[in-house]
Every structure is written in C-alpha cells, then in structure tokens.
C-alpha cells in the first residue's frame, strides 16, 4: 500500500537513491549527500514548525509500506528569492512601425525578471520508474494541494512550480546552446549543477539585462521556449487540471515554463472538504453505488499523511477501512480532508 507522508531523518538514504535516478534539468533533487541531508533537515524542522515559514522546505515522500522502499518525492517551499536573488525571463512583445513605410511588426522579446520573488513553489517532484503506473502519479502530485488546502496561512498568495525544459536526446538544451552558452564557457549540464548548489543568482547575473528579440536565436532554441521535457508532461497536465497556468514566465537556462496560481483558487482549496471518520457504515456505502479514487490526508502538520481510498465522503463522514485509518494515523471521530483525485466535470451548460 502507497501512503505519502512528511519526509523524516531516516530517509537521507533512501532519497538520495530516488536523486539517483533523476537525470538532468531538476536542480533542486541532485545526488548530492551533504546538500540532501542539509534539505532534509530543513524540512523536518519545518514540519517541526521550528523556523519561520517564508525558510520553510515541506518535502513528502511516496512509502511503498508493503516494502519499506520509497517511491517517490516532492515539495512545497514557503517562499523563493528571498535570501537571494529569483531570476526567470518574461516573455514580452515590442512592436516596430513605421506609417511611412506601412510596416508593422510584433516581436517576442526576453525579459530578465525577479517578478516571482516571494511566491511558494512546488518542486522536486520525481517518482521512480518503477511505480509509474495507475493513479500513483497524481496521488504524489496533488498530495501538496491538498497540504496546502488545510494549511493556507503558510504559504504566500501565489503559487509558483518551475517546470523541467526540453532536452534533445543526448540531453543537451537547444535553448542554452541557443543563448547561455554565449556568456558561459561550460556545458549545460555543467549550469545545471551550479544552479543546483545555489550558484544560480551569480549565474544569472552574467546575462544580459536588456530585452533580447526572440527571432534573433537559433529556429530550434525558438521551437523550445516555454515547452517542457518529454518526461515532465503528465506532471504538467496534473498541475493544470488544478488551476496552475502559463503566463509568459520561462526558466533562464532550458526556456521550461513558469506555472503559477493564485493560492486562493487553487482546486483544493475550492472543492476540499473537512469530514469525520467513521466506522462500520455500511448506509453510507450504499448511498454511493459509484465511488470516485479520493484523496484523503489527516490533518496534523508534524507528521501529515495522505493517501488514495475508495471510500467517499456522505453527509459529512466518511468510512475509512482499518487499514486506511492505519496508513493515516486517524482513528474514528478524528478529522480527515478529502479532495475528488479526478476534477469534476461541470454538467451544468
């Protein structure tokens, strides 16, 4: 059985195995011992509510109980750009005229811009090859909403997830060959560990600050920006289906793009329900002859839990197996949050 649950100190090993299997274009999940076991323990003493929540790291990982094995990882910072600087290039447009001639151009332009410091993010999201399958993918995903829908007051207005850019086959970044490399003389996997040790403020400061015309790069660095890698596609769609959107802000090595939202409107925080747990209810079955996969988490900070189940909320309780209440940690009369793992469709036209 899958539970996600709050990262904790015995998991250094195991999360750098997972790190292992990462491959480039995720700085914030490198194989690195000492920089994991510094994360992780920010991220117990966030849990532990003992430093303020804008330095705040919440990292969950994906337990296979049956094992013991971990099978995945993710996270929510509190805020980003805030002890240094938080780079991204806006996409903007300049026109050109001339009435004379009657010529009339648009063009896309790159703006260096720090307009993202201070949002939340969501990152790190990895899940081993292995565990790829059915509804696992969203379970580990969408586990940091529903975190968020029963902790709001940690988190800042905007929600921010930097997504992963496309890569050619050989790993290379058509967009960094098309422009880093003009201002840095080392590979792009090279940046990519930079940026994965802090350095990435100092990187970026070494870009140029005007605007730069996107027509001026190669067709292929073009073709890329604001589009994600093949791998991080699925993890894209899930983030839309949950109020995530593009608005012109791209990563400034890989051009991926900069999904955000309003913390507010987020699904989770819409449709999220606090119910009771409930024991031998079988009435409440049978007033739900079509159960949908639920999303269900406890509701403590310190050692939070979520997991899939099959039982659906009626009347403001909800039939939680003892197997699942185990997984949880809850027992009956204690408070569960529950979330549709699949978006409703609106019937309604």
Same mark, same amino acid.
């Given at each position: 059985?899958?539970?996600?649950? $709050?990262?904790?100190?015995?998991?250094?090993?195991?999360?750098?195995?997972?790190?292992?299997?990462?491959?480039?274009?995720?700085?914030?999940?490198?194989?690195?011992?000492?920089?994991?076991?510094?994360?992780?323990? =920010?991220?117990?003493?966030?849990?532990?509510?003992?430093?303020?929540?804008?330095?705040?790291?919440?990292?969950?990982?994906?337990?296979?109980?049956?094992?013991?094995?971990?099978?995945?990882?993710?996270? =929510?910072?509190?805020?980003?750009?805030?002890?240094?600087? +938080?780079?991204?290039?806006?996409?903007?447009?300049?026109?050109?005229?001339?009435?004379?001639?009657?010529? +009339?151009?648009?063009?896309?332009?790159?703006?260096?811009?720090?307009?993202?410091?201070?949002?939340?993010?969501?990152?790190? &999201?990895?899940?081993?090859?292995?565990?790829?399958?059915?509804?696992?993918?969203?379970?580990?995903?969408?586990?940091?909403?529903?975190? =968020?829908?029963? +902790?709001?007051?940690?988190?800042?207005?905007?929600?921010? $997830?930097?997504?992963?850019?496309?890569?050619?086959?050989?790993?290379?970044?058509?967009?960094?060959?098309?422009?880093?490399?003009?201002?840095?003389?080392?590979?792009?996997?090279?940046?990519?560990?930079?940026?994965?040790?802090?350095?990435?403020?100092?990187?970026?400061?070494?870009?140029?600050?005007?605007?730069?015309?996107?027509?001026?790069?190669?067709?292929?660095?073009?073709?890329?920006?604001?589009?994600?890698?093949?791998?991080?596609?699925?993890?894209?769609?899930?983030?839309?289906?949950?109020?995530?959107?593009?608005?012109?802000?791209?990563?400034?090595?890989?051009?991926?793009?900069?999904?955000?939202?309003?913390?507010?409107?987020?699904?989770?925080?819409?449709?999220?329900?606090?119910?009771?747990?409930?024991?031998?209810?079988?009435?409440?079955?049978?007033?739900?002859?079509?159960?949908?996969?639920? &999303?269900?988490?406890?509701?403590?900070?310190?050692?939070?839990?979520? =997991?899939?189940?099959?039982?659906?909320?009626?009347?403001?309780?909800?039939?939680?197996?003892?197997?699942?209440?185990?997984?949880?940690?809850?027992?009956?009369?204690?408070?569960?949050?529950?979330?549709?793992?699949?978006?409703?469709?609106?019937?309604?036209?």
């Amino acid at each position: 059985m899958l539970v996600v649950r $709050a990262i904790n100190a015995s998991d250094l090993d195991a999360l750098y195995g997972l790190a292992s299997q990462v491959g480039t274009g995720m700085t914030t999940l490198k194989p690195d011992m000492k920089m994991l076991g510094d994360r992780l323990t =920010i991220a117990c003493a966030s849990f532990a509510e003992t430093i303020p929540p804008e330095e705040r790291d919440y990292m969950f990982v994906m337990e296979d109980t049956t094992s013991g094995r971990l099978a995945g990882v993710c996270a =929510i910072k509190g805020a980003v750009g805030l002890t240094e600087p +938080f780079y991204n290039y806006r996409i903007g447009t300049l026109v050109h005229s001339s009435r004379e001639l009657d010529v +009339f151009t648009r063009m896309e332009t790159l703006y260096l811009s720090n307009d993202l410091t201070g949002s939340s993010e969501l990152c790190s &999201l990895f899940l081993h090859p292995d565990y790829r399958s059915g509804n696992t993918g969203r379970l580990l995903s969408k586990c940091r909403f529903l975190f =968020i829908a029963q +902790f709001p007051h940690l988190f800042t207005k905007r929600l921010i $997830a930097e997504m992963r850019g496309y890569q050619a086959p050989d790993g290379s970044s058509p967009f960094y060959e098309g422009l880093g490399r003009h201002f840095f003389k080392m590979d792009f996997h090279h940046v990519d560990d930079l940026t994965a040790l802090g350095k990435k403020s100092f990187i970026a400061e070494l870009m140029p600050r005007q605007p730069m015309y996107v027509a001026y790069l190669p067709q292929d660095a073009q073709d890329v920006v604001g589009q994600v890698h093949e791998a991080t596609k699925p993890a894209r769609r899930l983030l839309e289906q949950e109020g995530m959107y593009f608005e012109g802000y791209i990563d400034i090595f890989d051009a991926g793009p900069v999904l955000q939202a309003r913390t507010s409107e987020l699904r989770a925080m819409r449709d999220s329900e606090l119910v009771g747990v409930e024991i031998d209810s079988d009435a409440n079955h049978a007033c739900a002859p079509n159960p949908e996969p639920m &999303l269900v988490s406890n509701t403590v900070l310190k050692d939070f839990r979520m =997991i899939l189940s099959d039982a659906s909320p009626v009347n403001g309780k909800i039939d939680l197996s003892a197997a699942d209440q185990k997984l949880l940690g809850v027992k009956a009369g204690d408070t569960v949050r529950t979330l549709s793992l699949n978006v409703r469709k609106n019937t309604n036209v």
